[in-house]
């Protein structure tokens, strides 16, 4: 059966200008009640269209095309971190949609988030843990124009691991969704390229839009919907979005690793591995799928960001320690043997 096509064309789900957001799955039955006008709901979709536009201006002012050359040239680092992006990210997801049994719409929400491309955030991370930056803009521009082909291949390509999902995912308006992500995006090259001194106005502009919409949008659903939002907040999917980000960190870090990477290289792979496109990925979620689909489910994005942060603000806190560790023993290895060679060459001249 075709949930999706059945939720969305049932009449009574749409009463008095609210939504009765119902699912039913193999072996799950889950029914989630929320209420929100069709304004709210209008208005909280032109206002993520709007932000997403404005966020992939300024990824694209962070891209620099003698950059872009010269990792093309020599692709090592951006092979694997695509590598990872694209084959370890999609897989975890698959998996624990799967070990946690799912219903549907919940599945295809984590395989969304999981098929992703790299966020912008991710540089801002790499940055911290001193990785190497050119490696960093180039991984999130590379799998940013790749996310045109690879999100529906990989989509495609899993949801065939589950017997109700293989016409849930609407292909179309998400292959449009990133299809129009990529003319702000190269609006913001363009910009780069012809007006380099204000990239970085731009640059930090769509960082803090983003941030403030992120809470304006999370308030006016949580509003809208009340108690329905107990739903993204469910064990499993706090669990799931806990898992994810731990999984890419690690996963991006070991492989690099196999590879002989730098550990600079190395660090920005992990960041850019865990860390997902949020923005894009609500914005596909909230205009791709009906109100009374998705339901609230189109803030899990914004669950995972908020634990995707957390573990990355503990790994920046455990390498800085381990930087200030190691830098307190080489200093007092080096005056360790400053002093002995200053004995010796004294007991030399005497």
Known sequence: MDHTAHLSSDPDLWQNGTFLFHLTADNTSSIYTAVMSPVI????????????????VSMGCTMEVSKIKHHIVKPKG????????????????????????????????????????GGAISNLLALALQGDMNLSIVMTSCSTLLALGMMPLLLYL?????SNLQNAVPYVDIIISLVLILVPCGAGILINYFRPQYSKTITKAGVT?????????????????????????????MAIGAL?????YSFGYVISSLFRLSK?????????TGCQNIQLCSTILKVAFPPAVIGPLFLFPMLYVFLQLIEALVLIVLFRCHQRFTRKEKETYKLATTGETLKDSSAGTV
């Open 78 to 117: 951006v092979a694997i971190a695509l590598l990872a992006q694209y084959g370890a990210m999609p897989l975890t997801a698959f998996c624990l949609a799967k070990a946690f049994q799912l219903p549907e719409i919940m599945a295809v929400v984590v395989l969304i988030c999981g098929c992703c491309p």
């Open 41 to 56: 709901d209008k208005t909280i979709s032109i206002l993520m269209i709007i932000v997403l536009f404005i966020t992939m």
């Open 264 to 272: 600079p290289e190395r660090r920005t792979v992990a960041m850019e």
């Open 209 to 237: 839009i983003m941030m403030i919409s992120a809470v304006v949008v999370t308030s006016i659903t949580i509003a809208g919907v009340g108690g329905s939002i107990l739903t993204v907040l469910s064990p499993n999917l």
């Open 244 to 248: 994810m980000p731990f999984i890419g």
């Open 158 to 162: 899993y949801c065939q691991g589950f």
